[in-house]
């Protein structure tokens, strides 16, 4: 597609409940990263793949996050044993790689799927 | 540690009127690139603006320019002939690494601009 997708845009799930969210980057593009924006907070930055291998799992808040690119393209960022704290919504972006200085490799976001844990 | 600070938790502006958003950063980098990215209510967030350390001039999008003084740590957005379609909140980043995508984005708390008609 044009942009970055994600899916489901709403997500409500009970405490405990596992949920799975997916990202469909833009085509082509090897980088992708997830955020997690809390209400009224600039995003936070979670991970980050580069084709299917990840590169960079520092912002995960706890081992209940996982997120995975098995074929280098789209991703799923999976909360297991949901909590009231993981409500918040996810932001995915994707940017090319390797381009020329004028690319300046930007990162472009999807629209989010908003979590809410009741 | 690189940090950045929007201290405009929210302005309104008239419509047709420049509207200057307000953003310093930190970082120890001599390489870094400085976004400005627009949240509407929609959720999704939109590329703006890029300035990268290096560049020598101030970047410009169509009403979009960069107020980048380099030596203040200030990466300011100028928005010209403001549009009520501008309302949305505003996020200023930082991204180590001018020209590499495999650099996580610093965000902001962010500005809500809100433009009256």
């Known amino acids: 597609g044009a942009g970055v997708s994600q899916s489901p845009r709403y997500k409500v799930a009970k405490r405990g409940q596992d949920v799975a969210l997916r990202c469909d980057p833009i085509?082509?593009?090897?980088?992708l990263f997830w955020y997690q924006q809390a209400l009224g907070q600039g995003p936070e930055f979670l991970t980050y793949?580069?084709?299917?291998?990840?590169?960079?799992k520092s912002g995960l808040p706890s081992d209940r996050f996982f997120a995975e690119r098995p074929e280098g393209s789209v991703s799923t960022l999976k909360i297991q044993r949901t909590q009231q704290e993981d409500s918040a919504v996810y932001l995915c972006?994707?940017?090319?790689?390797?381009?020329?200085?004028?690319?300046?490799?930007?990162?472009?976001f999807g629209a989010g799927t908003r979590l809410s844990v009741l | 540690a690189q940090k950045i600070t929007q201290t405009q938790p929210g302005m309104f502006v008239q419509e047709k009127e420049a509207v200057t958003l307000d953003c310093t950063y930190d970082?120890?980098?001599?390489?870094?690139?400085l976004f400005w990215y627009k949240q509407p209510s929609s959720g999704e967030m939109i590329f703006l603006i890029y300035?990268?350390?290096?560049?020598?001039q101030n970047a410009t999008e169509g009403r979009y320019s960069l107020n980048f003084q380099k030596a203040r740590k200030s990466a300011n957005l100028v928005i010209s002939a403001s549009q009520l379609g501008d309302s949305a909140m505003y996020f200023c980043?930082?991204?180590?690494?001018?020209?590499?995508?495999?650099?996580?984005?610093?965000f902001g708390s962010g500005t809500r601009l809100s433009i009256r008609p």
């Open positions: 972006a994707s940017a090319p790689s390797g381009g020329s200085n004028l690319a300046k490799n930007i990162q472009y």
């Open positions: 085509s082509g593009h090897v980088s």
């Open positions: 793949f580069q084709n299917e291998a990840q590169l960079d």
């Open positions: 970082t120890s980098d001599q390489s870094y690139g």
């Open positions: 300035q990268g350390s290096y560049d020598e």
């Open positions: 980043a930082m991204r180590e690494r001018a020209y590499s995508s495999a650099s996580k984005i610093i």
